[in-house]
């Protein structure tokens, strides 16, 4: 039995993690950040999981592994309603 594999857009935001799903294809999560966090730099990353609390798990120790620090591996996350949230909010003119 194989699995489907899911897209993630993974960015930095204000030097928070931000951890968005694409979808399952490649070009449309691609499409969906260049929507949705226009002039940031993200990744796309593929997951064996479309579960938002599993694929931040994966992504943790991905980040630990790559940085062997434990801080910087378990900052807390920014999903996509947090940055709408925030983006939403520096739009009106709020402080983030």
Known sequence: MSRQNH????AVQDSRPVLI???TDERLSRQKGL???PGIDFQIKRLPTSNLQRASSLLRGSRLDETHDL???TKRQMHERGLKRRLDNNNRGYPI
């Open 35 to 37: 929507e949705m966090l």
């Open 21 to 23: 799903y694409g979808s």
């Open 7 to 10: 897209f993630w857009i993974v």
């Open 71 to 73: 801080r910087e591996a």
